[in-house]
């Protein structure tokens, strides 16, 4: 039997993996990051954090360029990193590029009570999309509201939608869970006390209500609630794999702030070395043809045992 959770028993998470694997992992050094790369897995330093934003903000930009009339394109985007969607507003308004037809999927969002939480909450991802990005785009090159596509519980505009239009790019952070988006592993229950579902199974799921993991609700609080736990919704809205494997590519950005040295490593070992886990499931991206990890070279960090 694979070991219990020692962050949440009742869950499967990457403590359940062979203690061979977690140990390789920590024994990566910075550079044998690069060498982790292959066909259809690229890997990228940024030597700052300036360069490292403006990147990821012109995959946005780059992708938009190239919408038409008669084909129509957009990026998938996240909340987590952020800093990069003001520079995407002002990059819109100096090249002046008109997003007519252009289109943007936010990635999850809270729910509630059995719905997705309206703009007025303050964790609200449309809302911080909207205001660190869209709200600062000029009127005449603004993108018409719909084609900014937000998942919604009841999801068929959203799921369709992914079926209309290409997907050029699917941004990603990566969570302490090693999710992308609300990706999360599922509970040790049912048809999954023993074995977490295959990768398979996992494969074939849709933009859906998830029930969150309990590493992911702390780290909300940490990083968006003050430490308020008990405020942070235990749902989210995830878009899934499913969709996840209709973008062209999918880049996923690593700054050192979201997940840890342990964690950036562990997920690209495993996508390296095409070693899938649905307790990791940012693994499952090894099955995808075209991923890349971007890298903040001063937020990489070591793995050691050290009191701070």
Not at 116 to 142: H, Q
Not at 161 to 183: E, I, P, T
């Amino acid at each position: 039997m694979r070991p219990l959770s020692k962050i949440a028993p009742d869950w499967w998470d990457y403590t359940t993996l062979d203690r061979e694997l977690l140990d390789e992992t920590e024994r990566l050094t910075r550079d044998d990051l690069l060498g982790l790369s292959r066909p259809g897995f690229a890997i990228r330093f940024y030597d700052t954090l300036e360069e490292f934003y403006l990147a990821e903000a012109l995959e946005y930009v780059t992708a938009w360029q190239q919408a038409t009339e008669d084909n129509p394109a957009g990026v998938c985007g996240p909340i987590g990193p952020t800093e990069q969607l003001p520079l995407v507003a002002r990059l819109v308004n100096e090249l002046e590029i008109n997003l007519k037809y252009s289109h943007f999927w936010g990635m999850d969002e809270w729910v509630v009570g059995g719905k997705e939480v309206n703009l007025d909450f303050p964790l609200s991802l449309a809302r911080a999309d909207m205001e660190l990005c869209f709200n600062r785009i000029r009127d005449d090159l603004s993108m018409p509201p719909e084609n900014r596509h937000f998942p919604k519980v009841h999801s068929s505009e959203y799921t369709d939608s992914w079926n209309r239009v290409r997907c050029l790019v699917m941004q990603g952070g990566q969570g302490d869970v090693k999710h992308w988006a609300f990706n999360d592993p599922p509970k040790r229950a049912g048809r999954y006390v023993d074995n977490p579902p295959s990768p398979e199974e996992y494969r074939k799921l849709g933009t859906r209500i998830v029930d969150l993991h309990p590493l992911t609700i702390v780290q909300a609080a940490r990083t968006s609630g003050s430490g308020m736990v008990h405020n942070i919704p235990n749902q989210g809205l995830s878009v899934g794999p499913r969709e996840t494997w209709q973008a062209e590519k999918v880049s996923i950005w690593h700054p050192g702030d979201d997940d840890n040295p342990f964690g950036m490593r562990l997920t690209t070992l495993m996508i390296s070395k095409k070693i899938v886990d649905t307790a990791v499931p940012m693994s499952l991206l090894a099955d995808h043809p075209n991923v890349q990890f971007n890298f903040w070279r001063g937020g990489i960090g070591t793995c050691r045992l050290q009191m701070q």
